[in-house]
């Protein structure tokens, strides 16, 4: 699905906190991440695999705590249109200051 910016996909999925953090989260996990292409954040194999840049130790602990519980995470992309939902993704390791993300 696409949207027109990230403001309206947060609305979109009624999402808690600000629409301005990249990574969102509460005790369960992350909610949702966002790529706005600036972080070198990395999208193989045609959007089945995503290297999500870990930004700081909060980040990563909420990541942690998704992979502990296989929660999947939903990821936004910046693309020229807007706003892209690539859909839900499952954290699976760390890799190089780097969050590994499979589409199943």
């Known amino acids: 699905m696409l949207f027109r910016t ?3 996909a947060h609305k979109y999925y009624k999402y808690p906190s600000t629409h301005r953090f990249g990574t969102i989260g509460n005790e369960n996990g992350v909610i949702r991440s966002y790529s706005n292409g600036v972080n070198c954040d990395k999208i193989l194999e045609s959007g089945k695999v995503i290297y999500y840049r870990i930004k700081n130790d909060r980040v990563k602990k909420m990541y942690q705590t998704s992979i502990d519980n ?16 690539m859909g839900l993704y499952l954290p699976v390791r760390f890799y190089k200051g780097f969050v590994k993300l499979l589409k199943n």
């Not at 296989?70 to 939902?85: A, I, M």
């Open 6 to 8: 990230l403001r309206d």
């Open 70 to 85: 296989q929660k999947k995470v939903r990821f936004f992309r910046k693309v020229k249109e807007g706003v892209l939902d």
